[in-house]
């Protein structure tokens, strides 16, 4: 089984490992295993340079780490350009954009809304009903009743752009998956403050020309994301399906408890996705993982994913690892 790099840094400005191929050796700033004091913040893709920047910033100016994660990912939401967030992602087949989203906080506590339409901020829709409700998900009509009901407005956004790429899509009609062009890259945020607090968010358009109700692993607290402030936390991204049946971000978080560190623990729950999914050689999953210590560390299982990493005051792209079992 050949591996991958693991955790090779990029500077801000750019999305590419500076020492360029797999196989190099790692450049100076790697995933740390180590602990780390301050704020740390960690968030999925590229686009979560300008979210950890927000989530910094709030932070900085007296928020909690729960505030930062909810209006850290909100950065990428309202940004509709983006593809795989917020109002601005593809549509599923039918042509309707739907937002499933989850909150956890340092406690355990959590909010969570799926196949939601027309809301601009799903993040701040759960982490509502985490804070106003008895309940910890709604979905579909009643979310939407719901949140009008509490003061959210409906937003939509007309995107010429998307509306052709959904035609373009409709003259074939196939849905294949191909590892980091499958039209997804959720936004996973995971966070501690400076005084060891945790928290984290995750929140999505879902896989694009997705079937009409279909509802990944981005809602979903165990899979997309996971919060134990004894321990650490851990989110997801790639193929939903895979992530959910796995409980992904609980297991990282679970081999974390169990002595693992961050790197190994992401390392271990995509090549348990992989020894159940040996066909997963076109489909991308990978993980961040945060230990309450500020070690943190990520995985995939094909090249190309890769994560925002704050820490220290400074904000940087950073490579995951990754397993790619076929070379
Ligand atoms: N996990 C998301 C989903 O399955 C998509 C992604 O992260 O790329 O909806």
Not at 139 to 155: D, K, N, P, Y
Not at 271 to 278: E, G, M
Not at 281 to 294: C, I, K, M, S, Y
Request: glycine share 12%; aromatic share 6%.
């Amino acid at each position: 089984m050949k591996l991958g790099l693991a955790g090779t840094a990029a500077l801000i400005t750019g999305c590419t490992n500076e020492e360029g191929s797999e196989g190099n050796a790692p450049a100076s700033t790697t995933t740390a295993t180590e602990p780390v004091d301050g704020p740390v913040v960690l968030s999925t893709w590229v686009h979560g340079l300008p979210a950890n920047e927000k989530a910094l910033n709030v932070l900085n100016t007296g928020g909690t780490v729960l505030d930062a994660v909810e209006q850290g990912v909100a950065v990428v939401e309202s940004d509709f350009t983006n593809r795989s967030v917020g109002l601005g992602g593809y549509p599923d087949r039918d042509g309707i954009v739907t937002l499933d989203a989850c909150i956890q906080d340092h406690g355990g506590r959590a909010g969570a809304v799926a196949f939601l339409q027309q809301f601009e901020h799903p993040i701040s829709i759960a982490r509502a009903i985490m804070e106003r409700t008895p309940h910890l998900m709604l979905v579909g009509s009643g979310a939407e009743r719901w949140a009008l009901e509490q003061g959210f407005e409906r937003r939509t956004v007309e995107i010429p752009e998307v509306r052709k790429a959904w035609q373009e899509w409709l003259k074939e009609g196939v849905y294949k998956p191909v590892a980091n062009i499958e039209n997804h890259d959720t936004i996973g945020m995971v966070a501690r403050d400076a005084k060891g607090m945790m928290a984290g968010s995750c929140t999505t358009s879902g896989m694009a020309w997705k079937i009409h109700g279909r509802v990944g692993d981005s809602p979903i607290i165990g899979a997309g994301l996971f919060v134990d402030g004894e321990v650490g936390a851990a989110c997801a991204t790639g193929v939903g399906e895979y992530v959910i049946r796995a409980a992904g971000s609980h297991a990282v978080v679970e081999l974390m408890r169990h002595g693992r560190s961050p790197e190994e623990a992401c390392r271990e729950a995509v090549a348990r996705i992989l020894r159940r999914s040996p066909e997963l050689n076109e489909t991308q999953v990978g993980f961040l993982a945060l230990r309450r210590d500020g070690a943190h560390g990520a995985w995939s299982i094909h090249p190309g994913f890769n994560y925002a990493l704050t820490s220290q005051g400074s904000t940087r792209l950073v490579d995951a690892g990754y397993e790619k079992p076929w070379e």
